[in-house]
């Protein structure tokens, strides 16, 4: 059996002045089994652990929890936009600040102001959002400042739970269960992505 590479079988290689065949490598590798080389392909990411999986969940839960409780607020404050808009410039009067302007021009100061604020609240449940996954894909400074966030959620709800009994109003006892419950789903949240096999994920995908 002839192990050697074949040649490029070319008739003009005997006449004198051309060059000697060279022999086909690529062709002799592919014959006798050797490996191809190419691209390395990237490393399959692991997968995320339960517990990731289901404290994002949760995360998605306190996120939507806080965006009904703020467009709740901007809600009830653009019913009340003309009582504010006069207590606003009565307060600029008092430090005679007030200039030119009128209540109709401060009620639409009022409304800008909550159109903004609607825009804003958009924009961070997006970025919160975008934290959230970041964080199921393994990285550390996405679960420290869900776990910073998480817990300024759970001080507030606690203050939430010695308000509730002074609440009047059935849609004010409502979103004071809802943010109990944000509290709730935050604290759960926290704990899973502290968990060991979660760490142990965070710890792997940190020396990727």
């Given at each position: 059996?002839?192990?050697?590479?074949?040649?490029?079988?070319?008739?003009?290689?005997?006449?004198?002045?051309?060059?000697?065949?060279?022999?086909?490598?690529?062709?002799?590798?592919?014959?006798?089994?050797?490996?191809?080389?190419?691209?390395?392909?990237?490393?399959?990411?692991?997968?995320?652990?339960?517990?990731?999986?289901?404290?994002?969940?949760?995360?998605?839960?306190?996120?939507?929890?806080?965006?009904?409780?703020?467009?709740?607020?901007?809600?009830?404050?653009?019913?009340?936009?003309?009582?504010?808009?006069?207590?606003?410039?009565?307060?600029?009067?008092?430090?005679?600040?007030?200039?030119?302007?009128?209540?109709?021009?401060?009620q639409s100061m009022v409304t800008v102001?909550?159109?903004?604020?609607?825009?804003?609240?958009?924009?961070?449940?997006?970025?919160?959002?975008?934290?959230?996954?970041?964080?199921?894909?393994?990285?550390?400074?996405?679960r420290m400042l869900l776990t910073v966030i998480g817990s300024f959620t759970v001080?507030?709800?606690?203050?939430?739970?010695?308000?509730?009994?002074?609440?009047?109003?059935?849609?004010?006892?409502?979103?004071?269960?809802?943010?109990?419950?944000?509290?709730?789903?935050?604290?759960?949240?926290?704990?899973?992505?502290?968990?060991?096999?979660?760490?142990?994920?965070?710890?792997?995908?940190?020396?990727?």
């Open positions: 059996m002839n192990d050697l590479p074949p040649g490029n079988n070319n008739p003009d290689s005997n006449v004198p002045g051309n060059p000697p065949p060279q022999p086909d490598w690529q062709r002799w590798e592919l014959e006798h089994g050797f490996p191809q080389s190419g691209p390395e392909l990237e490393p399959t990411p692991r997968p995320a652990p339960v517990d990731i999986e289901t404290s994002r969940h949760l995360w998605w839960g306190v996120a939507l929890i806080g965006a009904i409780s703020a467009l709740y607020s901007l809600w009830t404050l653009f019913g009340v936009r003309e009582q504010f808009a006069q207590s606003l410039l009565d307060d600029l009067a008092a430090q005679n600040a007030a200039a030119d302007m009128t209540v109709e021009s401060t102001m909550l159109v903004i604020t609607v825009f804003v609240v958009f924009g961070f449940g997006a970025l919160f959002l975008f934290w959230v996954e970041r964080m199921r894909t393994g990285k550390m400074w996405a001080f507030t709800t606690l203050v939430d739970l010695f308000a509730i009994a002074s609440s009047t109003g059935a849609m004010n006892i409502v979103m004071s269960v809802l943010g109990i419950g944000q509290g709730v789903l935050a604290a759960g949240a926290i704990y899973l992505m502290h968990r060991r096999e979660s760490n142990e994920y965070f710890l792997a995908s940190k020396k990727r």
